[in-house]
């Protein structure tokens, strides 16, 4: 009996070249023994919805978009039967494709989902909602969401750069509290990310070596309000050479779970989507959440 795939298509993603090459990759998957079903979604919400509610009824969910259709079908995965997952990426960063090494180009992508093997990836909940790879919040994280998708497809990262370069003119730090491994973080900060990537928004990179995908544990990234052009410079030069733990304007730790304060009116990206503010929230590694054919 041939194996059942659900395909979760987002056919505005990047360049628009999962609908484009939807027919190649139909082909692929099906050359290699899957009855393959196809869904194009619409609207947000469509990928995660599709996938907890008929992820139970096939052998394999295989999402091709970005990474905000690809936390989508995480998420619905986790909150229904947890299936092993497959990714096509085609969005305009792809920072969790890019994080593990899966091909950018789409035919490729499929066949290696294809004739793969099973792999496992840590995932995160911030409160009850689950996400993939990154929570973020201050400098660069509204421009995540609220840059025009057509924009996005134009220029790919830069979109990330030149929209958070408008909103730097106008910036204003953040005082947040956060309690991890029994110690205690807080201060006035401009940016913050509990990732399990080496790449943020195609903007920030964490180097390799720093990043173990599935040990359980958080990268944590705080970066401290500059109040002169001395620790702007620290900040600049930090980033740029990736040294993030000499750098005493960054706190840079590891951890399984942490617990953050800080003004609700602020909002969060979770892998790039929006995420109300909320006083208080528990985040927490759901490790070895994900299973990953490729």
């Not at 919400?45 to 990474?67: P, S």
């Not at 920072?95 to 989902?113: E, H, V």
């Not at 913050?192 to 180097?207: C, E, F, M």
Request: charged share 20%; proline share 4%.
């Amino acid at each position: 009996m041939a194996k059942k795939l659900l395909l979760i298509i987002n056919p505005v993603s990047g360049m628009r070249l999962g609908a484009l090459y939807s027919p190649k990759v139909i082909s692929i998957l099906s050359g290699a023994g899957y009855d393959v079903f196809t869904m194009m979604t619409a609207k947000r919400g469509d990928a995660k919805n599709w996938a907890a509610e008929y992820g139970k009824d096939f052998d394999l969910i295989v999402a091709c978009g970005g990474d905000g259709t690809f936390n989508e079908v995480v998420a619905g995965n986790l909150c229904g039967a947890n299936r092993p997952l497959g990714y096509i990426p085609c969005g305009s960063t792809n920072d969790f494709a890019a994080s593990i090494g899966l091909s950018g180009d789409i035919p490729t992508a499929a066949q290696n989902i294809a004739k793969g093997s099973e792999h496992t990836f840590d995932a995160g909940s911030f409160g009850e909602r689950p996400f993939t790879y990154v929570a973020s919040f201050g400098a660069f994280t509204r421009t995540s969401y609220t840059t025009s998708q057509s924009f996005k497809n134009i220029v790919g990262h830069l979109a990330y750069i030149v929209e958070g370069g408008l909103d730097l003119k106008n910036l204003r730090p953040e005082y947040v509290s956060i309690k991890a491994n029994g110690d205690i973080y807080e201060g006035n900060y401009i940016f913050g990310a509990i990732s399990n990537s080496t790449s943020v928004g195609g903007v920030l990179t964490i180097p390799p070596e720093q990043v173990n995908m599935n040990d359980g544990l958080f990268e944590v990234m705080l970066i401290k309000h500059p109040e002169n052009a001395a620790q702007l410079s620290k900040i600049v030069q930090a980033i740029a050479s990736r040294q993030y733990s000499g750098c005493d304007m960054i706190e840079f730790f590891s951890c399984e779970k942490l617990s953050v304060l800080k003004n609700p009116a602020g909002g969060w990206s979770l892998d790039g989507e929006f995420e109300q503010g909320s006083e208080d929230v528990l985040i927490k590694n759901l490790s070895s959440a994900i299973k990953l054919i490729f």
